[in-house]
């Protein structure tokens, strides 16, 4: 019916709701060729071809939309020229180039087109365009090979302009008897090529590594992703902007599907870039951040702190993270592998209580809108030594405690006590109601077993943890017990709590009796 513009908006519904439909880029590049979008056409019609490598028809439209685009008055154009474009397509490469970057290519301007076929002087202008290095890249062509083939069909111009480096594995094809061209073994001893990697024949034409810098950190990009807006930045940068909000940093678009999909893929074209042409800068950004790894790796100083809740070894403690800072934290314990951080409560004065419990991160679950629920378990008790921020959360020097073991006539006492307060414990948690019962088990799991050696573990049984767990203590008094060393008197204190709510629970049972009697 030749309406395009309700073609086009039919065809951008398909491309979104099935963006590796074929027949929905196709449709919507034949709709743009009715509006005369040559380039939007030629967009379009790639990633036809990233997804149908194989496709000969869609090959022969994407050099036709070339020709129209970058030569667009050039209806002789010499043969070669089509024949090596052609030949370039076959690359393997191109849908790799494709699926990752013809969203981060600038879009050509209108008045940048070069040249008529009338004027052969004007085509110069062609290769002298930034625009003629887009086409090397996207097609794949080689610098030194394809510079005969347009200097075939443009005589007069020489081939400027391109940043595009002839490729080592690729050095050896050629005869190096070529006029016009040096032999490897001359190119590596060459003064020229010898200055730095990533200066060309033209020092003029070098990459400066403020190409590759990260808009956020300042530095060169590491692990760069690209959004969908058309922005590149470095993993964490972005991840840590997320943090705050769902937009671009730079032009504020949402990215909330980005953020819920959490599809951050590396940009394989910038990465490339920056090994092939920034590869001393690249060694350098990498080793400072193992060293930023590194220092965030200690298991005793600078220690991330999470100051919210109570916990004790061999506990489950499952927590909501959804603050900005704790997000930061709990990724940084991931990538470094530690897996670990330390839970302390707040302190009025000192800001962190004395003691804490190092936790084990066994699973992270993330949510749409960024949150994550992390399922962690009490691995050790700790003392605070010394304690300062980093990035908006607490940090800590600390010191590891371990219960004292005892010998002989004490440690007889010791598995005595040991024994009795077990079964007291039993005895408490077997009184208590059916809801509460559920609860308790939901939350903290069941009730780990006695062990036959009390002093098996240097945080001493796992069964007193859980207890104290769910014991109804005020936090001071749990605060209290976890910073004992010894295992008796965690043990006796553990006791005279228990005997305290037990006479509370009986007397209570007690006064409801009577109520029912009177």
């Not at 990459?207 to 959004?227: H, K, S, Y």
Request: glycine share 4%; charged share 25%; hydrophobic share 35%.
């Amino acid at each position: 019916m030749k309406n395009y513009e309700q073609a086009l908006q039919d065809a951008n519904a398909v491309c979104h709701n099935e963006p590796f439909l074929i027949k929905g880029h196709h449709v919507k590049a034949q709709a743009l060729s009715g509006l005369g979008r040559s380039k939007e056409v030629l967009k379009e019609f790639l990633y036809c071809l990233a997804l149908n490598p194989e496709c000969n028809s869609m090959k022969k439209e994407v050099q036709k939309v070339i020709c129209e685009v970058f030569f667009p008055a050039s209806e002789n154009v010499h043969q070669n020229l089509m024949s090596s474009i052609q030949s370039r397509m076959l690359n393997a490469r191109l849908k790799a180039q494709c699926h990752s970057h013809i969203n981060t290519q600038p879009p050509l301007e209108e008045g940048d087109n070069a040249g008529s076929s009338k004027n052969p002087p004007e085509k110069s202008d062609v290769c002298r365009n930034t625009h003629s290095s887009v086409l090397y890249f996207i097609l794949g062509l080689h610098y030194e090979e394809d510079k005969e083939v347009l200097e075939s069909f443009l005589p007069t111009a020489p081939i400027a302009g391109l940043k595009r480096h002839f490729p080592k594995d690729m050095e050896g094809l050629h005869d190096s008897n070529t006029p016009g061209k040096i032999p490897k073994t001359e190119a590596d001893s060459s003064p020229q090529r010898s200055m730095n990697s990533n200066i060309g024949e033209n020092p003029d034409l070098s990459i400066d590594v403020a190409d590759f810098e990260c808009a956020l950190c300042m530095r060169l990009l590491f692990e760069p992703v690209t959004t969908p807006c058309g922005h590149t930045f470095c993993l964490k940068c972005l991840e840590r902007c997320l943090d705050h909000a769902p937009h671009c940093p730079l032009c504020k678009e949402k990215l909330s599907e980005l953020l819920a999909s959490r599809n951050f893929k590396v940009t394989i074209l910038a990465e490339e870039l920056i090994f092939r042409y920034l590869s001393d800068e690249l060694s350098d950004r990498k080793r400072i951040y193992d060293e930023e790894m590194t220092e965030l790796s200690h298991l005793t100083r600078d220690v991330p702190i999470f100051v919210c809740a109570m916990a004790f070894p061999t506990v489950p403690c499952p927590l909501h993270v959804f603050e900005p800072r704790y997000r930061l934290m709990i990724r940084r314990c991931m990538e470094t592998g530690t897996k670990r951080f330390g839970m302390c409560l707040s302190a009025e004065h000192a800001g962190i209580s004395e003691y804490g419990c190092m936790l084990e991160i066994k699973d992270v679950r993330t949510f749409p809108d960024g949150s994550s629920v992390v399922d962690a378990i009490g691995v050790s008790r700790f003392r605070v030594l010394s304690h300062r921020h980093r990035d908006g959360y607490n940090t800590a020097d600390i010191e590891y405690l371990e219960d004292e073991k005892v010998e002989g006539p004490e440690y007889e006492e010791l598995t005595t006590l040991h024994d009795s307060v077990y079964q007291q414990s039993i005895s408490w948690f077997t009184a208590l109601q059916d809801h509460m019962k559920e609860q308790i088990l939901s939350h903290f799991g069941i009730m780990p077993d006695r062990e036959a050696e009390p002093q098996s573990n240097p945080s001493g049984p796992a069964w007193s943890w859980w207890i104290l767990a769910v014991l109804p203590l005020e936090r001071k008094a749990q605060l209290a017990i976890l910073g004992m060393t010894s295992l008796k008197e965690r043990l006796l204190a553990i006791r005279r709590i228990l005997v305290i709510i037990t006479r509370k629970m009986n007397s209570r049972q007690e006064q409801v009796n009577r109520e029912r009697n009177n």
